[in-house]
């Protein structure tokens, strides 16, 4: 498990506690304004998800799908979350096998469009993920939602990759 490994396990395993930490939210209390981010837990979970769709779409060279509805479940969201970030780090990895992160392509969300690396477009959506859940678990909190815990990397490594190593107290 290399370094781009265990960036793409991360955001998935912090995503989903993100989203495990709503599941037993009110349609209410996803749609409930802050002062923050995309304002409530509904449009920062959906962002989330988009960008992750999106920018597969891109490094996959091919048509960018619609954006999700603003009004899906927590489950659908997941369910979302999960095809995009398998299909986004099947294409990581792929592009790393290729050595192939410093090639450049055509990024078309911009206008006008610019170039970007692969590596670049990588590194950027797992970096907006960190950013946004930020920002939900400030929402759940506010909210007196269920607790994600810290959702820093040494959680990760106890909770995800230590068993898989078979490291004991990792921390």
């Known amino acids: 498990m290399d370094l781009l490994d265990r960036y793409l ?9 993100i ?7 009110a349609a209410d209390q996803l749609h409930r304004r802050f002062d923050i ?14 960008v992750m769709e ?14 999700p509805p603003c009004d899906l479940s927590v489950a659908d969201l997941r369910r979302r979350f999960d095809a995009a970030a398998a299909e986004f780090g099947a294409r990581a990895r792929e592009v790393r096998h290729r050595d192939a992160l410093d090639e450049v392509m055509l990024d078309t969300v911009f206008h006008p ?26 929402i759940l909190a506010r909210l ?6 810290d959702l820093a990397g040494w959680e990760w490594a106890t909770e995800r990759a230590a068993p898989r190593l078979g490291l004991r107290g990792m921390r």
Do not use: K, N
């Open 9 to 17: 396990d991360f955001d998935v395993w912090a995503t989903h506690r």
């Open 19 to 25: 989203l495990d930490g709503c599941a037993g939210l």
């Open 37 to 50: 981010g995309h304002e409530t837990l509904q449009a920062t979970l959906t962002h989330i998800v988009r």
């Open 54 to 67: 999106l920018w597969t779409d891109i490094l996959y060279d091919r048509a960018v799908r619609p954006a």
């Open 113 to 138: 469009p610019a170039e970007m690396t692969r590596g670049t477009v990588i590194a950027d959506v797992i970096a907006h993920g960190i950013t946004h859940r930020a920002e939900a678990v400030h």
């Open 144 to 149: 007196g939602g269920e607790s994600t815990g």
